[in-house]
Nanobody, 130 residues
Framework: QVQLVESGGGLVQPGGSLRLSCAVSGFTLDDYSIGWFRQAPGKKREGVSCISSKDGSTYYADSAKGRFTMSRDVSKNMVYLQMNRLMYEDTATYYC???????????????????????WGKGTLVTVSS
């Protein structure tokens, strides 16, 4: 059974930091690339970052580059998103998603409505508020 479970969301002040986790089961991270996506109320889903199943290379949306860092621990079946210098516009429900096709995950960063990834978690809410 393929499963992805996000955790680590919560309330944080602007400028603060938060680390999200995505626990995966039913597959190895060496076979599935992982992406982080977010959706705020009234907004379309947007890509945040992704990590390659081949070598762990990471890619970031412009909104995340320089502030967020994605990583993985293959042996622990865990994926992380370290978020620093958080802003009000980062408020959203964050989802992790998996797909065997690396190109689909990378493409979904910019075109999340076109590249339909195979597996999704239920999300974790991040609220940036003063």
């Amino acid at each position: 059974q393929v499963q992805l479970v996000e955790s680590g969301g919560g309330l944080v002040q602007p400028g603060g930091s938060l680390r999200l986790s995505c626990a995966v089961s039913g597959f190895t991270l060496d076979d599935y690339s992982i992406g982080w996506f977010r959706q705020a109320p009234g907004k379309k889903r947007e890509g945040v970052s992704c990590i390659s199943s081949k070598d762990g290379s990471t890619y970031y949306a412009d909104s995340a580059k320089g502030r967020f860092t994605m990583s993985r621990d293959v042996s622990k079946n865990m994926v992380y998103l370290q978020m620093n210098r958080l802003m009000y516009e980062d408020t959203a429900t964050y989802y992790c998603a998996a797909d065997r096709i690396e190109g689909s995950v990378v493409g979904a960063l910019k075109w999340p409505d076109y590249y339909a990834l195979d597996y999704w978690g239920k999300g974790t809410l991040v609220t940036v508020s003063s």
